[in-house]
DNA sequence: TCTCGTATAGTTGTCGGACAACGGACATCT
DNA sequence: AGATGTCCGTTGTCCGACAACTATACGAGA
């Protein structure tokens, strides 16, 4: 097989090399190609296979690794990690309309308010918009399979929807509409976890006294390192599975 | 400056290269030595000034990325993220004394209970170990500055102690335990993320009905890939926080 | 003067090859 | 049988090169 620094492999061809390995050996590892523990293809195998230079193979092996998806072992080896099931963890950002999808359930919405106001002054901090400049207020709850799993408050400024946007545009998953509307692109979201008890969360009364939620309080940043996203997801809890790999490194 | 594939850099020499240098870089971000967006030294710069290979850095900048902690655009250099605190997330695999000490605070802990016995069905499969094997049962109470932060009960399989350990010998951090006496070296947890309430968590009646905490259920690994320690660390709302650093990629 | 395309320099992304360091397996020696 | 030495496969690190991308400077043309 021929492969020079610009030629054909055997991927995509879209994002970056090393994501688009990595994204590769992770849906081979979610079918379970390799058994728990098992030996991987060395680093020289992947480099045959794939087409890719050793610096791309690796890259990508350190990008499972630090998923906790396999570990690499010097002199050894890379061995798939014997994590039951392939989940897709809190530290991989993605629009939960997306992870419910990807966990085998039919993602739903209900947008409760929509609406264009003038942004506070702790928004206009947080967005670095100057006084006076509005935001999209929504609030929403979000569902699977028809049950709700989670109330969601959202802000956004103006910017990030195109200049005739109404609010009635928004109808679906928000991430989907700005990749869709030359918004910004999500990279980064920094998130921050709590567990509250407040009924006055649903708006709809649908809950019981004594319901727990898993406050899910995220900034979202875009490519330019921009703020362009507040959100408040309140999840209620044993509705939604939060897992976290820790790594030492 | 001479530089050899084994000859001396500007770092320390017992972990690995990037790690070292992730961590130094690490710490010249949280001492503001470059404010929030302003452009980190290029890589060719980092090379010179660190003596190691433009693969190290690399590799270290990737580190850093995926931390949240810069932001690497093609054909424009590194760039430190304005994000405004230095913060220990989630997703780093520390002993909660050891979060906590790094927060400022003066950790300190109290055992509640801390007895070995025969392990249950469940603990056997955890850990691969056989039936009749011991392990050691901890509840334990965590403090900062004196004040309950969280509430933990921790569960380790015999092996990783001593041969001649007995349960008094365990008086301060369980990690700190393991590393001075030959115990597994941690390396990957696999946390699950709850809401809870329920008082009977904390067996010294110290908490008002209402009490919420945050449970982290994890099962941690070690560089063999071995289940060594299952803990349920219960941490009370509003004395912790939480902070998750989420990336696309 | 202004606009726009082009050239240029600077930086990250990817490539290829090389050697060092480590771990296991096996043969050898005691 | 146990300890020791050697070989081989694999990952860790290094080096140099070129491709791809970005921002800026510059010049031609209006």
């Known amino acids: 097989m021929v492969s020079t620094k610009t030629g054909e492999n055997r991927l995509g061809s879209r994002t970056a090399l090393p994501v688009r390995l990595a994204d590769d050996l992770r849906g081979r590892l979610a079918a379970h190609e390799w058994s728990p523990g098992e030996q991987l293809p060395t680093e020289a195998d992947l480099v045959h296979t794939y087409g890719v230079s050793r610096a791309t193979v690796r890259q990508a092996l350190k990008t499972l690794e630090g998923r906790g998806l ?24 993605k629009s939960i309309t997306a992870t419910i999808a990807e966990m085998g359930h039919r993602p739903g919405m209900r947008y409760h308010h929509r609406v264009l106001r003038v942004a506070t002054g ?9 006084p006076g400049e509005q935001v999209l207020d929504i609030q929403r709850k979000i569902m699977a399979d028809d049950i709700v799993v ?4 959202d802000v956004l400024p103006r910017w990030v929807f195109p200049t005739d946007f109404r609010p009635k545009d928004l109808t679906g998953s928000v ?6 509307n030359d918004g910004p692109t999500p990279v980064r979201a920094l998130a921050n976890v709590k567990a509250v008890s407040d009924l006055s969360i649903a708006w709809d009364g649908a809950l019981e006294p004594g319901e727990l939620f898993l406050l899910l309080d995220q900034l979202h940043y875009d490519e330019h390192n921009r703020a362009f996203m507040y959100t408040r997801s309140y999840f209620i809890e044993g509705r939604f599975a939060f897992t976290v ?5």
């Open 122 to 130: 702790v928004e206009q901090d947080m967005f670095g918009i100057g």
């Open 150 to 153: 989670a109330y969601s408050y």
């Open 70 to 93: 396999i570990t690499t072992r010097r002199g050894r080896g890379s061995f798939a990690a014997d994590v039951g099931t392939i989940h897709a963890g809190m530290q991989e950002l």
């Open 175 to 180: 991430f989907a509409f700005l990749a869709d």
């Open 245 to 249: 790999m820790r790594t030492a490194r």
